[in-house]
């Protein structure tokens, strides 16, 4: 889990997460630039179906990088709940190819003070070395930021 604080906005929570899932869901030019520009560690982060992203991408420190779909809004399977005092969430399941559950996400916005905070959520396998998870928070910290800042400053 990776934490951003948004401060000094006016953007509602759930104009926020809109707008970032319009940027991993639908395929244009400037979304498939942002997508990859997030984080070096992406290769391929683009729209597949409604609601279910191809993600070619270094996770967690891996020397090769890994090839699953995010399917948003399909929890099954997810340990993670919706966060206490949490109004908003992307949240769905991390598959291969063959459909084989690998873990998902439960990313979520809440309105605070005079801004926002964002948690990027992924749930990994158990057997996942810990030092892979806690590269993969500076991971969505990076591209988390960066979607944000796309959507704050557009």
Not at 23 to 46: C, G, K, R, W
Not at 53 to 59: L, R
Not at 114 to 143: N, T
Request: glycine share 6%.
């Amino acid at each position: 889990m990776a934490e951003l604080i948004i401060q000094h906005t006016d953007m509602t929570p759930e104009e926020v997460m809109e707008k970032i899932e319009t940027i991993m869901l639908v395929n244009s030019a400037e979304h498939l630039f942002m997508n990859l520009a997030t984080n070096p560690d992406h290769f391929v982060l683009t729209a597949t179906d409604k609601n279910r992203q191809e993600v070619i991408e270094y996770t967690g420190g891996s020397p090769l990088p890994t090839r699953f779909f995010a399917h948003y809004g399909d929890v099954q399977g997810l340990r993670s709940s919706l966060s206490q005092d949490y109004q908003v969430q992307a949240a769905g399941t991390a598959k291969l190819e063959d459909g084989t559950i690998i873990g998902g996400v439960r990313h979520q916005i809440k309105q605070e003070k005079d801004g926002l905070r964002f948690k990027a959520l992924v749930e990994f396998p158990s057997v996942l070395p810990r030092y892979m998870i806690r590269k993969h928070q500076y991971h969505l910290a990076c591209e988390f930021r960066r979607w944000i800042g796309y959507v704050i400053n557009a």
